[in-house]
């Protein structure tokens, strides 16, 4: 038996029964072509489905993560050395410093005193008894009404 060029084509795409006869055509009845069509977007939504679910499963790990992380930052920084709260003018000269939750001494010009607790907020904010204000404005209010600010251990060091 002598193979043409017809029958080592039909081998090499797939179609072996062509040496026994005409070379057989890839046709699909429609039938096939749409239970394929719908198999394959079955397998499709699957699929992404799948994926999806994944993708989403991580974001919320990953967002779990981050919320206990952050969980233990703040706990570690209620736990850890008291911050320091520069204390500085308007130009940005330091006046004093001092940690977080000790006092201030505020003395008026008639000789009044008030002792004020410091709490640290952030950088250039201070909660001085529970009112929050900018390090500089209250260092130039205080000046600008002539109060006297200064730590508590200087106004307590002066009366010895």
């Not at 206990?68 to 570690?76: A, D, H, K």
């Not at 003395?107 to 907020?121: L, N, P, S, W, Y």
């Amino acid at each position: 038996m002598e193979i043409d060029g017809t029958g080592f084509a039909s081998i090499a795409f797939g179609y072996p029964n062509a040496l026994w006869g005409e070379p057989q055509s890839p046709r699909q009845s429609r039938k096939e072509k749409v239970k394929m069509f719908f198999t394959g977007m079955a397998f499709g939504i699957m699929t992404g489905a799948a994926f999806g679910i994944g993708l989403m499963c991580c974001v919320v790990a990953g967002k779990r993560e981050d919320q206990q992380m952050e969980q233990m930052r703040i706990r570690r920084q209620k736990q850890g050395e008291p911050k320091q709260i520069q204390f500085r003018d308007m130009e940005g000269s330091e006046r004093f410093s001092l940690l977080d939750g000790e006092s201030l001494c505020m003395m008026a010009e008639d000789g009044t005193k008030e002792i004020g607790i410091c709490r640290f907020v952030d950088e250039k904010q201070v909660d001085v008894n529970g009112q929050i204000w900018e390090i500089g404005e209250f260092l130039w209010q205080m000046e600008r009404r002539g109060i006297q600010v200064y730590p508590l251990e200087t106004a307590e060091k002066k009366k010895r």
